[in-house]
């Protein structure tokens, strides 16, 4: 809905601030609860799918600012003196939960599009955080509670405005437009952090411009061999762990057909390696091949992608770039992979496996965030003539984000991968009755 509003709606004079028809308001939002990915805005009136995106903020269980932070984003914008508010709200957005932030982010940096209209549309900062900011910070619900604990004012309450409520909707107003106009500033280090150079939550711009350095040193030859020794060494271990079974890997529910679990390692690195299994309607080869070299028939997400070097006749350098869900909204830089990576072809000489691990290479500059591969294994296995059981194990760094997102959600986005390689195989091979 945000990119069909960037893209096609900003000249609409008053978007979010008039009002679209509520039976087509109704009709997009069933349309979006009953198939979120294939909905077509094409054609739709602006200001429905504006209003459409008012309720949705409206009508999430708890604020954009998360229900723990959203008093204290008010309480900077009404207590904090102007010139303290900025470095306050940086270090406010630092706490929210990743997902909050991301949200937030890219919420604020299409309401920046908008503002930049400002000629065509008549919608300033000012004007869009009075449409939207009761939606943003919940302030309905914020009264409700507040209210019920001032019960004691009620009556007083309902015959004029509360002083309180007013200071929260003036609050709300001027903080939502101060975050429009400065959403670029808002995502970057206070400037009283210790060391802006370390990599923080939210992958802020100080952290992506120190990622956006030159190409790495020249590697010798002799560590370049070092490398691709310990990525051999290293397979083999995970060629081991990869089958075992027992208490030292833990079950974790994941989607239908697929086999989810996870272990802790016991070494500086508190990121979990997790291990998911599929079942493909796909030969070995095939299977293999459309991990080496047919990456975009199973990876929506595949912005560009190259072999780098050519090591050996199985060992390479791979490099590709993945969007994200807020890069066409100009909220979300790339994120970026740069591999070493081998893999076993014979099934004469063992298991077909495809293994990486992340590394650097001088002719490479990094265009994006780039993520650390500790380690990656693919081991491939066949179940049948026309079948192959597909194990992933890895353990990603995707860099800007918490611990404890890395353990709610990794998982889940390795069981979405499978299932992605396992379904680009659909239309390819399917089994007859003899």
Known sequence: ALVYLRTKCLDQVGLFRKSGVKSR????REMV???????SFE?????D???????????LPEPIFSSKLCETFLHIYTYFPKDQQMVAS????????????????LMLFFLRDVVSCVEENQMTPTNIAVCLAPSLFHLNTLKRDTNAARSGHMKYSLCRPDQRDLSENLAATQGLASMISKARRLFQLPEFWPDRSLAAPGSTEDSHRDDLRGPAAQPSQDEGREEQIRLQLSTQQLLKEVREQGPVWENHLGPEHVDLSYRKMRDSCPLWMWRGSVEVNAPQHALLQRLLREHHLWEERLHQAAVIQTLSKDMEVYWYLLRGRGHSLGSQPLQEHLLLRTWQSDPSSGPLFLSSVSTEHPDVQVQGIRSHIHSSLYLLEPTGAMKTRLTHVCRTDTRGRSQEWHS???????????????????SDYRETNI
Do not use: T
């Open 49 to 59: 799918v504006a209003d459409m995106v008012k309720q949705y903020f409206r009508d």
């Open 408 to 426: 709610r959600v990794s998982g889940h986005l390795l069981a979405a991968s499978l299932l992605s390689i396992r379904d680009s195989f659909s």
């Open 33 to 39: 609860e009953s198939d979120p990915d294939g909905v």
């Open 43 to 47: 054609g739709q009136s602006a200001f």
């Open 90 to 105: 940086q270090a406010a957005i630092l706490l929210l939960p990743d997902e909050n932030r991301e949200a937030l982010r």
């Open 25 to 28: 308001i109704q009709y997009l």
